[in-house]
C-alpha cells in the first residue's frame, strides 16, 4: 500500500487525537515530529553542532516577507537536523511556511485540519490560506468542515481527503459487553444508572438540557469527566447536585474506562461555534461498548449516522429519550450497530486510509515527469 512511502515529516500535533494518528501511521512508515527550537537568537550562525535544531523566531512570521528572508538558513538547518522525507504534514496554520518555503524538506506537503479556525479570534486566517493554496493534499476531519473550507478558500476537491477522527484499537472489545464496565474506583459505589458527559466544558458546551433533564429525572446519575474551561448557565447548579460527580481532566490515555462504565452518554453540543462541522472525539470513543449516545445542537458528522446517536432539540426531547432509555434498561438493540462502526473507525483504519492517500500522491508525482519525457 505504501508504495515509496518510507518517511514522512509532521509538524505540530500537540493535540493527543491528532499524536494518535500519527502514532498508528507508524506501522507504515518512518514518523518523525519536526520541533525546532525557536529563539530570538537563532539568526546567529552556529559556531558547532546544535543537540537541536534552531532556528529564528520570525521563521515562522506571519509576514510573508520575513519567512521568505529566513527561508535558506531556515531550510539548510532543517534539512540538516531532520534530512528529508517522502512527505511533510503541517497541522496548524501558524507552520504555513513549510508549504511554500520550506518544500525542499519533502516533496509532498499535506495539511492535516482538525478544526475550524475562524473560530479562533487569535489565529491569522491568512496563513491558513497560504497553507490552503500551497498544499498538495488536505486533510479535513469531516465533510462539514471540507465544504466550510471551499466557501472560504475555494478548494480542489481531488487535492481534499476527509480523515476522521477516531479511537484507539485497544478501546475496543471484540463484542460488544452485555452491561456498562464496572465503575472506576475513584466513584462510589450505587451510582447508577449513570449517564456521562465526557470531554472539555467549554464555550461549545449547552448544559441547560442536561440541568432539565437532571431535574425531571432523580432516579438517574450522573458523571463529568474533563476540565471546565469556564463558568456556563446551569454548572454551579449541577456542581452542587449530590447526584452528580464531576472528575476533572484526565489524560486522553486513561478515559476509556469511564467511557465504558457508562449506561448512556450525553454530548451537550451547542448549534454554533465549530460543532456543525466538527468530528467529535468523544463520539467516537463512546462507540465501542454500544451503550446509547444522544447529543444536542448540531453536528452534521453524528447525523451522518442517525442509528447510532439520538438527536435531541432542546432539554425537553433529552428527558423524554432519556426516561424511555432508562425505562428499557438502556437497552435500545443498536449496541452491535455502534460496535461495527466503531471497527471502522480505529486509529490504524485513520492511519492506512492517510497513508494510502499519501502513496498515492507520490506515485502520480512520480509519473508525471516520466509522462511528460
Same mark, same amino acid.
Given at each position: 500500500m505504501n508504495q515509496g512511502l518510507r518517511r514522512v515529516f509532521v509538524a505540530g500535533s500537540s493535540k493527543p487525537w491528532q499524536q494518535a494518528?500519527?502514532?498508528?501511521?507508524?506501522?507504515?512508515?518512518?514518523?518523525?515530529?519536526?520541533?525546532?527550537?525557536?529563539?530570538?537568537?537563532?539568526?546567529?550562525?552556529?559556531?558547532?553542532?546544535?543537540?537541536?535544531?534552531?532556528?529564528?523566531?520570525?521563521?515562522?512570521?506571519?509576514?510573508?516577507?520575513?519567512?521568505? $528572508? #529566513?527561508?535558506?538558513? /531556515?531550510?539548510?538547518?532543517?534539512?540538516?537536523?531532520? !534530512?528529508? +522525507? %517522502? =512527505? @511533510?504534514?503541517?497541522?496548524?496554520?501558524?507552520?504555513?511556511?513549510?508549504?511554500?518555503?520550506?518544500?525542499?524538506?519533502?516533496?509532498?506537503?499535506?495539511?492535516?485540519?482538525?478544526?475550524?479556525?475562524?473560530?479562533?479570534?487569535?489565529?491569522?486566517?491568512?496563513?491558513?490560506? $497560504? #497553507?490552503?493554496?500551497? /498544499?498538495?493534499?488536505?486533510?479535513?476531519?469531516?465533510? !462539514?468542515? +471540507? %465544504? =466550510? @473550507?471551499?466557501?472560504?478558500?475555494?478548494?480542489?476537491?481531488?487535492?481534499?481527503?476527509?480523515i476522521a477522527n477516531g479511537i484507539p484499537d485497544t478501546w475496543l472489545p471484540d463484542t460488544p459487553p452485555e452491561r456498562p464496565a464496572p465503575l472506576p474506583p475513584c466513584l462510589p459505589e450505587g451510582l447508577r444508572p449513570l449517564i456521562g458527559v465526557i470531554g472539555v466544558i467549554g464555550t461549545r458546551i449547552d448544559l441547560l438540557p442536561i440541568v432539565a433533564a437532571h431535574d425531571a429525572l432523580p432516579q438517574l446519575r450522573w458523571l463529568f469527566v474533563g476540565p471546565v474551561h469556564c463558568s456556563l448557565p446551569g454548572l454551579a447548579h449541577l456542581q452542587s447536585s449530590p447526584r452528580c460527580r464531576f472528575v476533572g481532566a484526565l489524560p486522553y490515555e486513561e478515559l476509556q474506562p469511564y467511557f465504558a462504565t457508562l449506561d448512556a452518554a450525553v454530548l451537550p453540543l451547542t448549534d454554533g461555534d465549530i460543532n456543525p462541522c466538527s468530528s467529535p472525539v468523544r463520539f467516537f470513543s463512546q462507540l465501542p461498548t454500544g451503550q446509547p449516545i444522544l447529543y444536542t445542537g448540531t453536528c452534521a458528522q453524528i447525523a451522518e449516522t442517525p442509528r447510532l446517536a439520538y438527536h435531541c432539540v432542546d432539554g425537553e426531547a433529552l428527558t423524554a429519550t432519556l426516561e424511555r432509555l432508562a425505562a428499557a434498561g438502556f437497552q435500545d438493540g443498536r449496541a452491535a450497530e455502534r460496535h461495527r462502526f466503531a471497527m471502522e473507525s480505529t486509529w490504524p483504519k485513520r492511519a492506512a486510509a492517510l497513508a494510502e492517500a499519501l502513496s498515492a500522491a507520490l506515485v502520480a508525482r512520480r509519473r508525471a515527469p516520466a509522462a511528460r519525457s
Open positions: 494518528l500519527f502514532s498508528a501511521l507508524e506501522d507504515y512508515c518512518e514518523v518523525v515530529p519536526l520541533n525546532p527550537c525557536l529563539t530570538r537568537s537563532g539568526w546567529i550562525p552556529w559556531p558547532r553542532p546544535q543537540p537541536q535544531c534552531v532556528l529564528p523566531r520570525g521563521a515562522f512570521s506571519h509576514r510573508e516577507w520575513l519567512a521568505r $528572508l #529566513l527561508a535558506p538558513m /531556515a531550510v539548510r538547518r532543517l534539512r540538516a537536523a531532520y !534530512g528529508r +522525507a %517522502d =512527505a @511533510l504534514i503541517v497541522t496548524e496554520p501558524r507552520f504555513w511556511p513549510y508549504a511554500l518555503h520550506y518544500r525542499r524538506l519533502a516533496p509532498l506537503i499535506g495539511y492535516h485540519i482538525s478544526d475550524d479556525y475562524a473560530a479562533y479570534s487569535f489565529v491569522r486566517l491568512k496563513q491558513e490560506a $497560504l #497553507l490552503v493554496r500551497h /498544499a498538495d493534499l488536505l486533510f479535513p476531519v469531516s465533510k !462539514g468542515l +471540507a %465544504d =466550510a @473550507l471551499q466557501r472560504r478558500y475555494g478548494l480542489d476537491a481531488a487535492r481534499v481527503h476527509v
